[in-house]
């Protein structure tokens, strides 16, 4: 099992900026598959953006906004997130699994999220 820790959510004005981290502990190993994904009250869960060791996945609605990447050595999961809308304004899960599931909400382990909140 793996552990799942998300901070750096917040809230900012339209256009702003926020980066989000995604820390990793127990039973972890380097080539496991991590995404985040958000969810905003009354839709569903949607995938975000995906990470492996060679490569990345990112939903058409934030690719050029947003930037996934990760710190093998911190096992830590980041998301940087630039000109956020409105529409970005959902909670933000970090996801983990042996399994490349990319963009799809079936990782076996999921973080508590964190709130991101983006005013117009």
């Known amino acids: 099992q793996v552990q799942l820790v998300e901070s750096g959510g917040g809230s900012v004005q339209a256009g702003g900026s926020l980066r989000l981290s995604c820390a990793a502990s127990?039973?972890?190993?380097?080539?496991?598959?991590m995404a985040w994904f958000r969810q905003a009250p009354g839709k569903g869960r949607e995938g975000v953006a995906a990470?492996?060791?060679?490569?990345?996945t990112c939903a058409d609605s934030v690719k050029g906004r947003f930037t996934i990447s990760k710190d093998n050595a911190k096992n830590t999961l980041y998301l940087q997130m630039n000109s956020l809308k409105p529409e970005d304004t959902a909670m933000y899960y970090c996801?983990?699994?042996?399994?490349?599931?990319?963009?799809?909400?079936?990782?076996?382990?999921w973080g508590q999220g964190t709130q991101v909140t983006v005013s117009s």
């Open positions: 996801a983990a699994d042996r399994i490349a599931w990319e963009l799809m909400p079936n990782y076996a382990n």
């Open positions: 127990g039973d972890t190993y380097s080539n496991s598959y």
């Open positions: 990470i492996r060791s060679d490569g990345i």
